[in-house]
């Protein structure tokens, strides 16, 4: 991907191109070229948000990454119980993109209205007539501490055919403990519950939360139930967020099948102070570097800390905005002086940042005098 963006009186714009090349595993090669144009913009005086982007795809054969995996994978997937899908209505039907333009308003009410955000869709194919369209609409807003958001959608595929939805969303958090002499600790228990034209449709509801010294791991549980074909799901999720990985376990059962994953993921960063290993890297990360302060974590993510030498690697940097940095060292025991806990850092898309800390790493030595008389 080549590309490069304006920030204007008028907004952002910005325009790239991008060429892919997929290998399928039955030996299928395809290749592709597709272009975009955004324009986004914030009006702070009505805190209104709108974007717009088109899409040209040059030929059928242009393949995302997901696209390709997706074809990998088909044999895996099913529209519904009794259409599978084979490889003619892949490279048909689910490909092929030609011209695609989306449109997405959001407003922000007066205080405790809520907010509103509209979107829309449209999109058309090689070798196909007719075009496809989406349209969603949907209302934000909290009841004391219960978040919720009612959303409607209808689609139109490019034989006319019609779907409608709504879908209800509800998100409850409980909480307990001071984090004095009790850690504190939050449970959030959500629930999203589906109707289609045909009446009810699915429901799901989870729980998810934070355990450990550090807040290190985190937990999910889930179970949902879907109308068409009477199915019930249960599953559970467990992440343990150590200092030089990220693992990952999960597992589903239904009446139909059992399911169960596991991952451990990672990174490695080489830099002018030496190899530190990441517990998770994104595009855009800073290495933070604090010589001498050990055991101090990083914008009260207590499960990341500096190593014995300072150093923590940070991945939650948001690329063309100020990221505001910050070492707490209220859980170290090092003797050096942190000299500033906060910095600042406006990092390019792609960064790698280096943020150096000041500290003095003098040992400090206390002279007890008395005095003759004691």
């Not at 949907?138 to 409608?164: P, V």
């Not at 000299?339 to 943020?355: E, H, Q, T």
Request: hydrophobic share 30%.
């Amino acid at each position: 991907t080549l590309g490069t963006g304006w920030n204007t009186r008028i907004g952002a714009i910005s325009v790239d191109a991008t060429k892919s090349h997929s290998k399928q595993d039955n030996g299928d090669v395809f290749d592709g070229q597709s272009y975009q144009i955004a324009y986004n913009k914030f009006v702070s005086q009505t805190s209104t948000r709108f974007g717009l982007a088109a899409w040209r795809y040059s030929s059928r054969d242009y393949r995302t990454f997901n696209d390709h995996v997706w074809a990998n994978n088909k044999d895996n997937y099913r529209r519904d119980e009794n259409d599978v899908y084979d490889i003619a209505d892949y490279y048909q039907n689910d490909f092929g993109r030609k011209n695609s333009f989306s449109a997405n308003m959001s407003q922000s009410l007066p205080e405790g209205w809520g907010s509103v955000s509209l979107s829309t869709l449209w999109r058309d194919y090689w070798g196909r007539s007719g075009s496809s369209k989406d349209y969603q609409l949907s209302y934000s807003n909290n009841l004391r501490r219960i978040s919720y958001t009612l959303a409607a959608s209808q689609a139109y595929d490019e034989n006319h055919h019609e779907e409608k939805r709504f879908n209800i969303f509800i998100s409850i958090p409980f909480d307990w403990g001071d984090d004095v002499t009790t850690p504190r600790r939050q449970i959030y228990m959500s629930n999203s519950t589906t109707f289609d034209d045909q009446g009810f449709a699915s429901n799901n509801t989870g729980l998810s939360g934070t355990v450990g010294s550090r807040d290190q791991f985190n937990y999910g549980v889930n179970l949902s139930y879907q109308h068409q074909g009477n199915e019930t799901t249960a599953g559970a999720n467990l992440t343990w967020n150590a200092p030089v990985a990220t693992v990952n376990g999960s597992y589903s059962q239904s009446s139909t099948y059992r399911q169960a994953g596991a991952s451990v993921s990672g990174g490695i960063v080489a830099w002018s102070g030496g190899v530190n290993l990441a517990n998770r890297l994104s595009e855009t990360f800073a290495v933070m570097n604090a010589p001498g302060i050990k055991d101090a974590y990083v914008n009260g993510q207590k499960y990341r800390t500096t190593n014995r030498n300072g150093v923590v690697v940070y991945d939650g940097m948001t690329p063309y905005r100020e990221n505001h940095l910050m070492l707490d060292v209220s859980q170290s025991d090092s003797e050096a002086e942190l000299r500033g806990n906060r910095k600042i850092a406006a990092p390019y898309r792609g960064a790698v940042v280096l943020v150096n800390f000041d500290t003095d790493q003098r040992k400090p030595w206390f002279i007890k005098a008395l005095r003759a008389d004691g």
